[in-house]
Nanobody, 125 residues
Framework: VQLQAYGGGLVQAGTSLRLSCAAS????????MAWFRQAPGKEREFVGG????????GSADSVKGRFRISRDNAKNTVYLEMKSLKPEDTAVYYC???????????????????WGRGTQVTVSS
């Protein structure tokens, strides 16, 4: 499966942004999906994950209540809706997919075999 993340940009603190990740090349419903992010000088970290059917989803404590992950299997797309953005949310955001995880998602970076190129989100104060 090929993944393409888009929707990033430069925004002010307190505003909202929605990232999208379009999948192609394989049956999208066969993949658990996740978003990760990597800030300069830091390790890539889990942001949110969603199961194949979309019933099970969750997010990291650092973004809980502000970010929401969802997917539209008819459009082969996973979304990350981000609200009340903070400067510390500045990072490159990556979407990831894995065909072996069933019924849930993983927050572990190494669980995902397929990665998009990432989209930059910059939040100014």
């Amino acid at each position: 499966v090929q993944l393409q993340a888009y929707g990033g940009g430069l925004v002010q603190a307190g505003t909202s942004l929605r990232l999208s990740c379009a999948a192609s090349g394989d049956a999208f419903t066969g993949y658990a999906m996740a978003w990760f992010r990597q800030a300069p000088g830091k390790e890539r970290e889990f942001v949110g994950g969603i199961s194949r059917g979309g019933r099970v989803k969750g997010s990291a404590d650092s973004v809980k209540g502000r970010f929401r992950i969802s997917r539209d299997n008819a459009k082969n797309t996973v979304y990350l809706e981000m609200k009340s953005l903070k400067p510390e949310d500045t990072a490159v955001y990556y979407c990831a997919a894995d065909p072996t995880i069933t019924g849930y998602y993983s927050s572990e970076l190494n669980a995902y075999d397929y990665w998009g190129r990432g989209t930059q989100v910059t939040v100014s104060s």
